[in-house]
């Protein structure tokens, strides 16, 4: 068995060794603490961004479905709009027939009856945003009997005012008898005037 004889160490040159090394370890931990500093805020920053993209895109979606809803709205409310104004050129401006034959038929005195009624009327269109209401235009025939001139005279005065009608005229007067009795018989043409527009709806407390 041989012996082998390793040399001593020199502890001198090892200590001059570790003094040399100690600036570049001690740069290297500098380095390594650096890295270590970048690398954690890089992946806090990737954290924090990916929620922010998370959040954003949930707010899209959100958004998508605020968006689609809005845009049935709209799409219901192009559809009423049209419907508004269909209806508008289909009434135009036709007078309030009840209204109108209400009053006529309220302010007829006891001693007149009207045995014939008859109207012409020709409806102008409707006002749209694209044009102006066209005014229609007709006329009202009112044949019948009344106990006395007076009576028929009373009553004319009256419907000559009534709104709805105007230039209220006699077309003829003539006495005759019914069931005996003496009468006058009367005939009495006026102008229908037109009725307002057909006005659509409230909607959202704006009309």
Sequence with gaps: ?????????????????ARNWRPYLLGMGVLLMLFLGVWGALASATIKAQANVRDLQERRVVVEREVA?????????????????LVQQALGTNPD?????????????????????TASYKAGSGATQADTATA??????????????????TWVDGIAVLPGLADVR?????????????????????TLLPGEPYQPAVRGGVR
């Design 1 to 17: 068995m041989r012996n082998i004889s390793l040399p001593a160490l020199d502890i001198g040159m090892v200590r001059e060794t």
């Design 69 to 85: 809803t809005l845009q049935e709205y709209a799409d219901i409310e192009v559809r009423a709009v049209s419907a508004e104004k």
């Design 97 to 117: 027939w009840q209204a109108l034959l209400t009053s006529i038929g309220r302010d007829l005195p006891n001693g007149v009856w009207i045995t014939e009624f």
């Design 136 to 153: 229609g235009s007709g006329e009202l025939l009112l044949r019948g009997w009344g106990a006395n001139h007076a009576e028929v005279a």
């Design 170 to 190: 006699y077309q003829f007067t003539s006495k005759d008898k019914v069931d005996g009795r003496d009468v006058v018989r009367f005939e009495v043409k006026t």
